[in-house]
């Protein structure tokens, strides 16, 4: 899931950039599909470095569980 999110926003990151280049406008970024592409990477960066926080205290916690205690 975090793969796919930050994987999907920079792709959506790429596009806007080749877009740009391509020679696509502003009023053209506001029509069709380009609104959503533009906007993906504000919020999916953001949600997948928290998944990865997520990610890392589950499995601190887990490893915390597992480990044997010392006397």
Do not use: C, Y
Not at 21 to 46: C, K, N, Y
């Amino acid at each position: 899931m975090i793969a796919g999110i930050i994987g999907a926003s920079i792709l959506s990151f790429l596009a806007v950039i080749i877009g740009t280049f391509a020679g696509v406008t502003r009023e053209q970024f506001g029509t069709g599909a380009w609104p959503v592409v533009s906007v993906f990477p504000l919020i999916g960066l953001p949600v997948g470095f928290l998944l990865i926080i997520v990610l890392l205290i589950i499995n601190l916690r887990r490893r915390a569980k597992e480990a044997p205690k010392a006397p």
